[in-house]
T-cell receptor, first 117, second 114 residues
Framework: AQKVTQAQTEISVVEKEDVTLDCVYE???????LFWYKQPPSGELVFLIR??????QNEISGRYSWNFQKSTSSFNFTITASQVVDSAVYFC??????????????FGTGTQLKVEL | EAGVAQSPRYKIIEKRQSVAFWCNPI?????LYWYQQILGQGPKLLIQ????????DSQLPKDRFSAERLKGVDSTLKIQPAKLEDSAVYLC????????????FGPGTRLLVL
C-alpha cells in the first residue's frame, strides 16, 4: 500500500531562517510521482512541485528547493530565508494508480510551518 | 485562467440533514476529484470522475454519500443523512486527464455537522 510520512507535525522558525520539511514515502510502483502542496489558512491547496520517479535531479525555484533521493525514499522540501507569508501547512503527496487506472493522491498528514518575526 | 470553483464555502447543518456541494473544474480538465479532509489530516480521495464516468469510488461511503457529473463538467457531491463524523473540508480538484497529471484544487467547502 502507498504511504507518505511527514514526521514533523509542527515547525516554528524565525524569519530569514532556513527550514527543511521532511517527507518519506512507500510504494511498490516503479513509476510514480511526488508532489508538494501548500495549504494557507484560507484552506486552498496550492500546487508547488511535481516530480517523477525517474528524475532525481534536485530542483530550485526561488527560495524553494527540493531534494529527491530514491535510495532513501525521501522527497524533502527546503525554504531558504523563510518569510512570514510562508506560514502554512505543507503536504507531501504520492501519485498512485488507483482503481480503474485512475490517478489517486495519497497525502501525508502535513507539517504546520510557523514563521515568526 | 480561472481556477476550480466550489460553493458554498461554509455550511452548518444538524445531523441527519442532507447537504450538497458544487464544483466547477478548470476549463478543459477531463478529470474531477472529490476529497475529504478531516481536521489535522491530509485529504482523502472520495471519488474520481473521467468526463462523466466514475473511475474510482472505492472510498466513498455509498450508504450516505453520492456524487454525479452528468455533463462531464460540473459536479455535485451529496451527503444524506449527515453524521457528526462528516464534519470536514470537502475539496474538489481537477486535472487535464487521468494519468499522473497535476491536480489543481479549489478553496473547499467547510462542513460542520451539529
Amino acid at each position: 500500500a502507498q504511504k507518505v510520512t511527514q514526521a514533523q507535525t509542527e515547525i516554528s522558525v524565525v524569519e530569514k531562517e532556513d527550514v527543511t520539511l521532511d517527507c518519506v514515502y512507500e510504494t511498490r510502483d516503479t513509476t510514480y510521482y511526488l508532489f508538494w502542496y501548500k495549504q494557507p489558512p484560507s484552506g486552498e491547496l496550492v500546487f508547488l512541485i511535481r516530480r517523477n520517479s525517474f528524475d532525481e535531479q534536485n530542483e530550485i525555484s526561488g527560495r524553494y528547493s527540493w531534494n529527491f533521493q530514491k535510495s532513501t525514499s525521501s522527497f524533502n522540501f527546503t525554504i531558504t530565508a523563510s518569510q512570514v507569508v510562508d506560514s502554512a501547512v505543507y503536504f507531501c503527496a504520492l501519485s498512485d494508480r488507483g482503481l480503474g487506472g485512475g490517478n489517486k493522491l495519497t497525502f501525508g498528514t502535513g507539517t504546520q510551518l510557523k514563521v515568526e518575526l | 485562467e480561472a481556477g476550480v470553483a466550489q460553493s458554498p464555502r461554509y455550511k452548518i447543518i444538524e445531523k441527519r440533514q442532507s447537504v450538497a456541494f458544487w464544483c466547477n473544474p478548470i476549463s478543459g480538465h477531463a478529470t474531477l476529484y472529490w476529497y475529504q479532509q478531516i481536521l489535522g489530516q491530509g485529504p482523502k480521495l472520495l471519488i474520481q470522475f473521467q468526463n462523466n464516468g466514475v473511475v474510482d469510488d472505492s472510498q466513498l461511503p455509498k450508504d450516505r454519500f453520492s456524487a454525479e457529473r452528468l455533463k462531464g463538467v460540473d459536479s455535485t457531491l451529496k451527503i444524506q443523512p449527515a453524521k457528526l463524523e462528516d464534519s470536514a473540508v470537502y475539496l474538489c480538484a481537477s486535472s487535464l486527464d487521468r494519468g499522473q497529471e497535476t491536480q489543481y484544487f479549489g478553496p473547499g467547502t467547510r462542513l460542520l455537522v451539529l
